[in-house]
């Protein structure tokens, strides 16, 4: 399906690209601007990605981002929202450059975002067999890991967002994965940078830095009552510091076991050159979001800029002007006003994102090697137009690859990597298969009729369908229904034309003395002598009038 749908999808992703983008707005890849207009094109900037899951409720992962830009620049994507159209691509990067922090942020939605599923399941609405089904989310699961590719080549710094606390270890196999088609499409990709303003070290790497890996979870599994604190007099005492407590426990405990299993796993090793990612070792990589943490939505920045309006000197000096007194009462409407800030601002993902954020913007590279001694891995800090320059080129490679390229093939073997249900379904049917077979051939007769064979292949079917499972069944289902119909039309069909007398011919298929060919699939009455006194025939025959 990948196969087929790759050259419609580019023709596609050309119609719809939008050539009046702004880098001031949100804007998806490849950027449809002009390169030379860009205000801040020769700023130096630091690039942080945001990918993973999203739960069923009304919200999306991007969000998180609108945090630090205090603003809603990314949208939340609701589930129950209008259908997407053809034309909208379903797995696509949409990007924001924040001037004032020279800070690029990538949001990747795919088939993981709950909005997205939904409506890809609204388009798959009509009845698909099994194995239709498997292909049609494989492609976009595929489409999702060409994308991390990307990511984990053009980012400095790459968050992964996952609703529970509970780090998913399906992630062990993609990361490996990823990494070893990334090594294998080195020399390819170099060759396709040859002509980009890019440093040499960039183009033989083929990316610009060894990202570092964060991981973010959107919930939170602690007990209510270790959560919420008591409160006297409207004050929280106590409560807040255990609340800090257990959260940084629980990232400490996180963090420790995740990076068991990254190096257990070999994802992360001694030589940073042949990893796809890395982790920082002194700093924190896990944040966990405090449950009682406002998300922000559209109301709640205008409820916070309704606030901090209301403090403003200028807004008690207008009521001055107007003669209204000091209320006492208006305080306190100030104070029951919900905020998007908190007291524990230590505790926030502003300032655990912002950390690793100063590090890029300071113009020097992660130092997260494992091993003292070793050198440091290569770092870029790219300006605004020649990151993006790269970036589209790249995301054009690795998202519409040319068919019958190194590249492609390469994709193609990651595509049967990640496949784990179809090796796994094809190896249990293909051990089936020749049982299947055996039964259908044991006590065969030299010559049978269309009716028997029929019977035969239902028995043999039924003895297949006992044990091959998944979305390989149907493909091998058909290999066997040829097996089958080889093994009868090789010498074992039995000769079907009815004689005068209602019986068929006795003998195995075959063709009269003046037929040099066969005739078509659907033989003529006269492929057997209908005479009754031809010896052949059934024995119930009677003379000839």
Not at 91 to 116: P, R, T
Not at 337 to 354: A, I, M, V, Y
Not at 431 to 449: C, E, F, G, M, W
Not at 460 to 486: I, M, N, T
Request: hydrophobic share 35%.
């Amino acid at each position: 399906m990948y196969a087929l749908d790759i050259s419609l999808r580019i023709q596609l992703k050309v119609i719809c690209t939008v050539m009046s983008q702004s880098i001031n707005d949100v804007f998806n890849l490849p950027f449809g601007g002009d390169l030379e207009e860009l205000i801040d094109g020769e700023k130096n900037i630091c690039i942080v990605g945001l990918f993973g899951k999203s739960d069923g409720q009304e919200k999306s992962k991007g969000l998180c981002f609108n945090q630090l830009l205090k603003s809603p620049v990314f949208k939340a994507k609701y589930v129950g929202q209008a259908s997407m159209s053809d034309e909208e691509d379903e797995c696509y990067i949409e990007c924001y450059y924040d001037s004032s922090s020279c800070v690029l942020y990538l949001h990747l939605v795919s088939v993981f975002d709950a909005a997205m599923f939904c409506q890809l399941g609204k388009r798959t609405e009509q009845c698909l067999s099994q194995m239709e089904g498997h292909l049609f989310w494989k492609d976009q699961e595929f489409d999702y890991a060409r994308a991390l590719i990307f990511m984990f080549t053009v980012c400095h710094i790459v968050v992964l967002s996952h609703p529970k606390t509970t780090f998913d270890t399906s992630y062990v196999q993609l990361f490996r994965a990823l990494e070893n088609t990334r090594e294998k499409q080195i020399p390819l990709v170099a060759m396709e940078m040859t002509d980009l303003p890019i440093s040499k070290e960039w183009q033989t790497v083929g990316r610009m830095c060894l990202p570092r890996l964060l991981f973010v979870f959107q919930k939170n599994d602690l007990p209510t009552e270790e959560l919420i604190g008591s409160r006297v007099d409207g004050k929280q005492i106590r409560g807040k510091v255990k609340k800090l407590n257990t959260v940084q426990k629980v990232q400490q405990n996180l963090e420790d076991q995740i990076f068991r299993i990254l190096r257990k796993s070999r994802v992360l090793t001694n030589n940073l050159n042949h990893c796809l990612f890395s982790v920082p070792a002194n700093q924190a990589f896990v944040f966990i979001a405090s449950g009682s943490e406002p998300e922000q939505t559209p109301m709640d920045v205008l409820t916070s800029s309704f606030r901090n309006d209301l403090k403003t000197e200028d807004f008690d000096e207008g009521l001055l002007e107007l003669g209204v007194p000091d209320n006492p009462t208006i305080p306190v409407f100030i104070d029951s006003l919900p905020t998007l800030t908190t007291n524990r601002e230590s505790h926030s993902f502003k300032s655990f994102l912002q950390q690793h954020i100063d590090i890029i913007l300071n113009g020097k590279g992660f130092e997260d090697s494992l091993v003292r001694g070793t050198s440091a891995a290569h770092f870029e800090f790219p300006t605004l137009r020649n990151w993006i320059k790269v970036a589209d080129m790249m995301y054009e490679l690795y998202m519409y690859p040319p068919e019958e390229s190194k590249l492609y093939e390469e994709f193609e073997s990651l595509q049967t990597v990640l496949d784990v249900d179809m090796r796994f379904s094809e190896g249990r049917c293909a051990k089936v298969l020749p049982i299947a077979s055996r039964t259908y051939q044991d006590n065969a007769s030299s010559h049978y009729t269309s009716i028997v064979h029929e019977n035969k292949f239902a028995q043999a079917l039924k003895v297949y369908s006992q044990h091959a499972r998944g979305p390989a069944y149907e493909l091998f289902a058909r290999k066997l229904e040829q097996e089958c119909d080889a093994f009868w039309e090789n010498g074992r069909q039995l000769c079907e034309v009815i004689s005068l007398t209602g019986h068929h011919c006795i003998l195995k298929l075959h063709l009269l003395p003046d037929e040099e060919h066969p005739p078509s699939n659907n033989p003529p009455c006269r492929r057997c002598p209908t005479l009754t006194t031809t010896a052949p025939l059934a024995p119930a025959t009677a003379a000839r009038p």
